[in-house]
Nanobody, 117 residues
Framework: QVQLVESGGGRVPPGGSLRLSCILS????????INWYRQAPGKQREFVAK????????SVADSVKGRFTIFGNNPINTVFLHMNALNTGDTAVYYCNAEKALTATVWGQGTQVTVSS
Protein backbone atom coordinates (compact mmCIF):
# COMPACT_ATOMS: atom_id res chain seq x y z
CA GLN A 1 0.00 0.00 0.00
CA VAL A 2 1.28 3.43 -0.86
CA GLN A 3 2.49 5.64 2.01
CA LEU A 4 2.74 9.42 2.09
CA VAL A 5 5.08 11.76 3.94
CA GLU A 6 4.64 15.54 3.80
CA SER A 7 7.37 18.07 4.45
CA GLY A 8 8.25 21.70 3.79
CA GLY A 9 5.96 23.48 6.22
CA GLY A 10 7.12 26.34 8.39
CA ARG A 11 6.54 29.94 9.38
CA VAL A 12 6.64 32.70 6.76
CA PRO A 13 5.62 36.37 6.75
CA PRO A 14 2.63 37.55 4.69
CA GLY A 15 3.57 37.66 1.03
CA GLY A 16 6.09 34.87 1.41
CA SER A 17 6.37 31.54 -0.39
CA LEU A 18 6.70 27.89 0.60
CA ARG A 19 6.97 24.63 -1.27
CA LEU A 20 5.43 21.56 0.30
CA SER A 21 6.42 18.03 -0.69
CA CYS A 22 4.40 14.82 -0.56
CA ILE A 23 6.64 11.79 -1.02
CA LEU A 24 4.94 8.62 -2.25
CA SER A 25 6.43 5.23 -1.39
CA UNK A 26 5.64 1.61 -0.62
CA UNK A 27 3.89 0.48 -3.76
CA UNK A 28 2.85 1.13 -7.31
CA UNK A 29 1.94 4.81 -7.48
CA UNK A 30 0.31 4.59 -10.89
CA UNK A 31 -3.39 5.39 -11.29
CA UNK A 32 -3.63 7.60 -8.21
CA UNK A 33 -5.05 11.03 -7.66
CA ILE A 34 -2.92 12.92 -5.16
CA ASN A 35 -4.79 15.66 -3.30
CA TRP A 36 -3.67 18.43 -1.00
CA TYR A 37 -6.07 19.48 1.75
CA ARG A 38 -5.67 21.91 4.59
CA GLN A 39 -7.32 22.37 7.96
CA ALA A 40 -7.20 25.57 9.95
CA PRO A 41 -7.99 25.62 13.69
CA GLY A 42 -11.72 25.36 14.27
CA LYS A 43 -12.49 24.85 10.57
CA GLN A 44 -13.33 21.90 8.36
CA ARG A 45 -10.73 20.31 6.16
CA GLU A 46 -10.63 22.13 2.81
CA PHE A 47 -9.58 20.86 -0.63
CA VAL A 48 -6.61 22.78 -2.07
CA ALA A 49 -5.31 21.03 -5.19
CA LYS A 50 -5.00 17.68 -6.98
CA UNK A 51 -2.98 15.92 -9.65
CA UNK A 52 -3.23 12.50 -11.26
CA UNK A 53 -0.09 10.36 -11.39
CA UNK A 54 -0.92 8.83 -14.78
CA UNK A 55 -1.52 11.93 -16.94
CA UNK A 56 -0.62 14.80 -14.58
CA UNK A 57 -4.02 16.43 -15.00
CA UNK A 58 -4.21 18.99 -12.21
CA SER A 59 -6.49 21.58 -10.67
CA VAL A 60 -6.51 23.95 -7.72
CA ALA A 61 -9.29 25.38 -5.58
CA ASP A 62 -10.66 28.80 -6.49
CA SER A 63 -9.48 30.13 -3.13
CA VAL A 64 -5.83 29.60 -4.08
CA LYS A 65 -5.96 29.92 -7.87
CA GLY A 66 -3.21 32.12 -9.21
CA ARG A 67 -1.13 31.66 -6.04
CA PHE A 68 -0.69 27.91 -5.59
CA THR A 69 0.65 25.42 -8.13
CA ILE A 70 0.68 21.61 -7.92
CA PHE A 71 3.13 19.50 -9.91
CA GLY A 72 5.12 16.29 -9.70
CA ASN A 73 8.59 15.04 -10.61
CA ASN A 74 9.15 12.57 -13.46
CA PRO A 75 8.23 9.81 -12.94
CA ILE A 76 5.94 10.99 -10.20
CA ASN A 77 6.99 9.84 -6.77
CA THR A 78 6.86 13.28 -5.18
CA VAL A 79 4.05 15.81 -5.51
CA PHE A 80 4.79 19.44 -4.77
CA LEU A 81 2.52 22.26 -3.71
CA HIS A 82 4.18 25.58 -4.42
CA MET A 83 2.53 28.45 -2.57
CA ASN A 84 3.09 32.12 -3.38
CA ALA A 85 1.68 35.33 -1.94
CA LEU A 86 0.77 33.62 1.32
CA ASN A 87 -1.59 35.38 3.69
CA THR A 88 -2.77 34.69 7.22
CA GLY A 89 -5.81 32.88 5.82
CA ASP A 90 -3.48 30.20 4.48
CA THR A 91 -2.38 29.21 7.98
CA ALA A 92 -3.32 25.56 8.45
CA VAL A 93 -2.07 22.02 8.66
CA TYR A 94 -1.59 20.80 5.10
CA TYR A 95 -2.21 17.14 4.27
CA CYS A 96 -1.77 15.10 1.13
CA ASN A 97 -3.76 11.99 0.35
CA ALA A 98 -3.75 9.31 -2.33
CA GLU A 99 -7.02 8.18 -3.90
CA LYS A 100 -7.55 5.24 -6.22
CA ALA A 101 -10.64 3.35 -7.30
CA LEU A 102 -11.49 0.34 -5.11
CA THR A 103 -8.66 1.26 -2.73
CA ALA A 104 -8.78 2.88 0.69
CA THR A 105 -7.67 6.51 0.70
CA VAL A 106 -4.28 7.01 2.34
CA TRP A 107 -3.40 10.21 4.24
CA GLY A 108 -0.09 11.66 5.29
CA GLN A 109 0.60 13.01 8.76
CA GLY A 110 0.37 16.68 7.77
CA THR A 111 2.73 19.63 7.85
CA GLN A 112 2.08 22.95 9.60
CA VAL A 113 2.10 26.19 7.62
CA THR A 114 1.96 29.41 9.63
CA VAL A 115 1.76 32.80 7.95
CA SER A 116 2.56 35.50 10.46
CA SER A 117 4.55 38.69 10.74
Amino acid sequence: QVQLVESGGGRVPPGGSLRLSCILSGGNVNDYTINWYRQAPGKQREFVAKITTYDRESSVADSVKGRFTIFGNNPINTVFLHMNALNTGDTAVYYCNAEKALTATVWGQGTQVTVSS
